[in-house]
């Protein structure tokens, strides 16, 4: 049944439109000033902002470290990010056995994801590197895997020539390379200083990863990808004002194909949050909490476009069970925070009701940019004919405060805790379904599809 949507503040790319928008079947039909009825299901939107379905491109759904596993599955995930109006992930899978192929995790990851009620793509991991691995990344182009992700720390690190290799390759298919920034051996050398001084409350985590490990490791990054002839390199989950600089210097000698993602946690959250040694456990991850010098800079980073999205690292640990695991040592806390339910109601409360970015910003940066950089464009991330029928109808005069026990993320608490925020999701609608009304999901288990992905703009 087609399903029209009148009065409302259509939200299509750098325009906002005062009219109605037309569904028909999975798709939009019609954007115009006033369109008829027929025999269309009508809801009246009174005026409200009409955005663009949310893309978070970098969740961690059902990842399992062994020791510890997140508390969401693609189920309870994306029925959170479904009532916070998402209704597009990319997710970076969690590593295979060692050795295995590039496609290995992947395959394992679509078992894992079919419960999913949101749309849902996967970013592969680069576990090591040999021919296999360079000759699988062609391969999985046509599979709609067209980014892969490298961590330049932890036990799976890659060092120097892998990188180069990985890149060159990229380069050649027109493949994104996903970076998760820190250098290894600064953190390592840090952290076993505190340890064996006793230093070990929550303090000592973000002292232990200061901003220059992300910024050098930025650098090393970009100055690799522009050995590889400017090869796409995307940072994730970029938490300093010294990498957005090194960022932007690379940018201003001319070299192309570099792209940023921030967090919410990296925009609202300061390190002050470390200072109670219980508490502070729930706000390890890594990157850590940084200055609110660093929050001021990365809004700014935002406005500028020097930053292209906002995701949200989304890796849901338990505080009572997981998180106490690092009582007596920081070190000893699996990194991660809940986020895939508020992100879009902290942006569009933060940024646009606060003043710091036009309401198309936070769609550029919370749907379209995304789609477009990992190639879910032109059908998702943007409302106009012929695009995936995902939006969502925004209260924009909607006062609340965000609770963890109201929320749907399967975690016992949540790092926004009392934030007041103003705006709130309504309704959410994926290829033509309303799955969400009031934040509450009302579709089916198991709708989500794989959304094979092209090459990225």
Not at 162 to 185: I, P, S
Not at 270 to 279: T, V
Not at 356 to 370: F, G, I, N
Request: charged content about 25%.
């Amino acid at each position: 049944m087609a399903l029209l949507v009148k009065n409302a503040r259509i939200v299509s790319g750098p325009d906002v439109i005062d009219g109605a928008l037309l569904v028909d079947g999975e798709v939009i039909h019609r954007i115009d000033r006033d369109i008829p009825a027929g025999t269309a299901e009508v809801i009246d939107a009174g005026g409200r902002y009409c955005l663009p379905g949310g893309v978070d491109a970098h969740t961690h759904f059902d990842l399992d470290l062994g020791a510890f596993r997140a508390r969401d599955d693609f189920e309870t995930g994306s029925i959170a990010a479904a009532g916070g109006g998402t209704t597009t992930i990319g997710d970076h899978v969690a590593n295979g056995p060692d050795g295995c192929r590039l496609a290995d995790p992947i395959r394992a990851y679509h078992k894992l994801a079919a419960p999913a009620v949101i749309d849902y793509s996967f970013h592969g991991v680069i576990q090591h590197v040999d021919n296999q691995v360079l000759d699988d990344m062609a391969a999985l182009i046509p599979e709609g895997v067209t980014s892969h992700k490298i961590y330049m720390a932890y036990a799976n690190r890659q060092d120097d020539d892998a990188v180069l290799r990985v890149l060159e390759r990229a380069k050649d298919l027109g493949v994104t390379v996903c970076f998760h920034c820190e250098n290894d051996a600064i953190i390592a050398f840090l952290r076993s200083r505190f340890l064996a001084r006793g230093e070990t409350a929550p303090r000592f985590h973000p002292l232990s990863r200061p901003d220059y490990a992300e910024a050098e490791s930025v650098s090393r990054v970009l100055a690799f990808a522009r050995a590889a002839g400017d090869a796409r390199a995307f940072i994730v989950h970029l938490s300093t004002a010294a990498g957005l600089d090194v960022i932007r210097r690379a940018r201003e000698r001319g070299q192309a194909n570099i792209f940023a993602e921030t967090c919410p946690q990296y925009l609202l959250l300061d390190d002050s949050r470390y200072d109670d040694p219980d508490e502070g456990l729930k706000y390890i991850m890594a990157p850590p909490l940084r200055k609110r010098s660093d929050n001021q800079i990365l809004w700014e980073g935002l406005r500028r476009r020097d930053i292209d999205t906002v995701a949200t690292d989304h890796c849901p640990f338990s505080y009572e069970l997981d998180k106490q695991a690092g009582r007596s040592d920081f070190s000893k806390t699996p990194g991660g925070i809940p986020g895939v339910e508020a992100r879009l109601s902290l942006l569009y409360s933060e940024g646009f009701m606060a003043g710091r970015m036009a309401v198309t910003d936070v769609a550029r940066v919370t749907a379209t940019r995304p789609a477009e950089i990992f190639g879910l464009f032109p059908k998702k991330g943007i409302l106009r004919p012929g695009s995936d029928a995902d939006f969502v109808l925004w209260d924009q005069n909607a006062a609340w405060t965000i609770r963890h026990d109201a929320l749907h993320e399967r975690v016992d608490y949540t790092p926004y805790e009392g934030f007041h925020v103003l705006g709130k999701p309504v309704l959410t609608v994926s290829r033509g379904e309303i799955i969400a009304r009031d934040g509450q999901f009302v579709g089916a288990a198991g709708r989500g599809r794989f959304v094979r992905r092209t090459l990225g703009s």
